[in-house]
């Protein structure tokens, strides 16, 4: 490891420090936060060493939050609901606010409606 940070192309995987995640769209290291808008309009302000993997389709709009918190105001499109993915559990929105946190078992708040 150089610098604390090896990236391995093909097999997909990215470690920082002694963190261990698969490559993913969007990723946060140590003491980074980041807000990015997905290309539906969602946007999602992502905490400290978080990693977010999009999966859309046609007909839906999924993603996963394979570690770390995100919190997302979700664009309304009741054609494409949003799902979150987190461990073993999937929420799915209309149009909604929700913080999502996934630390060993995921835990999702309840949508906030605004």
């Given at each position: 490891m150089i610098?604390?940070?090896?990236?391995?192309?093909?097999g997909?995987l990215?470690?920082?420090?002694?963190l261990?995640k698969?490559?993913?769209?969007?990723?946060?290291g140590?003491?980074?936060?980041?807000?990015?808008?997905?290309?539906?309009?969602?946007?999602v302000?992502l905490?400290?060493?978080?990693v977010?993997?999009?999966q859309?389709?046609?007909a839906?709009?999924?993603?996963?939050?394979?570690?770390?918190?995100a919190y997302?105001?979700?664009?309304p499109?009741?054609?494409?609901?949003f799902?979150?993915?987190a461990?073993?559990?999937?929420?799915?929105?209309?149009?909604?606010?929700?913080?999502?946190?996934?630390?060993?078992?995921?835990?999702?708040?309840?949508?906030?409606?605004?």
């Amino acid at each position: 490891m150089i610098g604390g940070l090896v990236a391995a192309t093909g097999g997909g995987l990215l470690a920082t420090g002694t963190l261990l995640k698969p490559a993913a769209d969007f990723a946060t290291g140590r003491g980074e936060t980041r807000s990015v808008t997905l290309p539906h309009a969602s946007k999602v302000p992502l905490n400290a060493r978080s990693v977010l993997d999009l999966q859309f389709s046609a007909a839906a709009r999924r993603v996963e939050l394979v570690g770390g918190q995100a919190y997302f105001e979700v664009a309304p499109d009741p054609a494409r609901p949003f799902e979150v993915a987190a461990d073993d559990i999937v929420t799915t929105a209309l149009g909604t606010y929700m913080g999502v946190n996934a630390k060993g078992a995921a835990s999702i708040a309840p949508p906030i409606k605004r």
